[in-house]
């Protein structure tokens, strides 16, 4: 049996209400406007013919008997519209719920898509990405031997114990020093602890910051998330974010796969309206997916014009384009939330494909100022 479509009949019936109710309040003005029959004098009906007068006489009597019940039938039009109107915008509203409560079926179904890693696979995948930054940084001999990685940069000096000469200095291979993988994968999660932080503070109040979930479903099932966005409400689009620590040297080589594999992950993610923390009506989003580069910022300026230019042409053949940030690990450790949200707005409305981040320390200072005083 074939569904029939009621949301016209709903805006017709409601459009015949609305003219009763017009015709309630209009109709009997008009009527009193036009009663130029009843002032016509004795004389001059004495001075028409038999027919002409009887005519008049007649018409007189009409509308007069029809003017007694203008109230009756103005009101039974008025009555009319109201009932009409109330009844077409009840049903009228009920189609609408159905609508409302599908996207939010459609929604809830998307999310349950995710699920959140254990503790155990969370950490074998922040060892996956330290083993995979070691394992490009490896292939490039030539710069392992003077390139310095982000993770050793900031990785904290092991305390030397007293009267141990050899423990005063860590060990190293050409220019950099050797850390255990125990210490690299902590300082890992250290730096996914600041992201985190920094994203639950820009979306908390439109968003459920998850972090560690992975995709159970679809084409994207098994990838995982270092963070997503899951809208509290229908207009919302989902928003998958992933942290990488890439040596520049390698990142134009690891960057089509990782986006890649980012587009066919976040394929089944929710395509609605991107936050942006402004006033107005939000724009549409463009992208469902964001990785997120950190390296040594020396070499940040000298790759990133190659990189920018083979994140567009990787766009050009994804379904749905993936946004890609470019920071150093300096600029991260600068960043405020507000900036962080700021470059993922670009992104996320598809206003820019590619962004190398440096802030400005005037910058820096103004935005941690306004952070400090609207708390938004």
């Not at 902590?186 to 600041?194: F, H, P």
Request: hydrophobic fraction near 40%; charge should be negative; charged fraction near 25%.
């Amino acid at each position: 049996m074939p569904n029939f479509e009621y949301g016209n009949l709903y805006k017709f019936v409601a459009s015949i209400a609305a003219l009763l109710l017009v015709a309630a309040v209009v109709g009997p003005w008009l009527f009193y406007q036009s009663m130029g029959s009843f002032l016509v004098s004795s004389e001059e009906i004495a001075a028409l013919t038999p027919t002409a007068a009887q005519a008049l006489l007649d018409r007189q009597a009409s509308i007069s008997d029809f003017q007694r019940r203008i109230p009756y039938i103005s009101a039974l039009m008025a009555f009319s519209g109201v009932a009409l109107l109330v009844w077409s915008l009840i049903e009228w509203r009920k189609g609408q719920n159905r609508l409302d409560d599908k996207a939010q079926t459609d929604l809830e179904f998307q999310r349950a898509q995710l699920r959140s890693l254990t503790p155990e696979e969370a950490e074998t995948k922040r060892e996956s990405e330290v083993d995979e930054d070691e394992l490009n940084s490896s292939q490039d001999t030539s710069a392992s031997a003077t390139a310095e990685s982000p993770l050793e940069r900031h990785a904290p000096t092991p305390a030397p114990n007293a009267g141990s000469p050899s423990s005063a200095t860590p060990t190293t291979t050409g220019s950099a020093p050797e850390f255990r993988r125990e210490d690299r994968i902590k300082l890992l999660k250290s730096l996914e602890d600041s992201f985190n932080d920094a994203v639950s503070t820009a979306y908390s109040q439109k968003f459920d910051v998850e972090r560690d979930v992975k995709v159970t479903s679809g084409a994207g099932s098994g990838a995982m998330f270092d963070i997503a966005l899951e809208p509290r409400e229908a207009q919302w689009g989902q928003l998958g974010l992933n942290l990488k620590i890439a040596m520049p040297q390698t990142l134009r080589m690891r960057l089509p796969q990782d986006m890649v594999n980012m587009a066919i992950a976040t394929q089944g993610l929710q395509v609605g309206r991107a936050y942006t923390g402004l006033r107005g009506n939000p724009p549409q989003a463009a992208v469902s997916g964001v990785l997120v580069y950190l390296f040594e910022e020396e070499k940040v300026r000298r790759r990133y014009g190659p990189v920018a230019d083979r994140v567009a042409l990787i766009n050009r053949v994804l379904t749905r384009p993936i946004g890609v940030l470019i920071m150093s690990t300096r600029a991260f450790e600068e960043l405020s939330w507000l900036q962080l949200r700021d470059q993922i707005t670009k992104l996320w409305v598809g206003r820019r494909e590619c962004i190398e981040y440096e802030p400005a320390p005037r910058d820096r200072a103004s935005l941690e100022t306004v952070a400090g005083t609207t708390g938004q």
